[in-house]
């Protein structure tokens, strides 16, 4: 199966585990294919970053190149430089779960990419409440990448 396009979802709860979900990504690509990094915002968060970057409320700055600015994409388009892959930036601003599903739709993306946490001693995973809508919403396939317990951190370490 062919994976042009790969969409890689985060917002603001993923961004400690951005190198996990690229990895993902960047591993499920076509060599010739583009990842597209979407920033999800709500409304609060957008406003933070945007004063944060000293972006004035009359300003034409869309979601896109708000994105673009941020620490996390900067990181990881800097990465995908690096490994050669290609990449878009897109933002989007609103209910996470309904702006990943539109931008799957325009950017007709071969495969989803979205994170989620484990909560428990056992290690199941926990779907939030985007992560399950787009899972079950969504018109392509969907990797789910969980975040690894800090326990699992610490045993993985080289010793």
Known sequence: MSMNTVLLAFGPKDEQ??????????????PDGTVVLLHAFGRKRYEEISTKLN???????TPDDVARRTRPVREMADRLDRVGVD????????????AIIRESETADADLLVVGGRSRSATGK??????AQKVLFEADCPVTFVKEQSETTKKAAAPA
């Open 55 to 61: 972006i004035d409320d009359d300003s034409e700055i």
């Open 125 to 130: 995973a926990l779907f939030g409440s985007t």
């Open 17 to 30: 585990r951005t190198e996990e979900l690229l990895d993902t990504a960047t591993s499920i690509v076509d």
């Open 87 to 98: 990449y878009v930036v897109r933002g989007a601003l609103g209910q996470a779960s309904d």
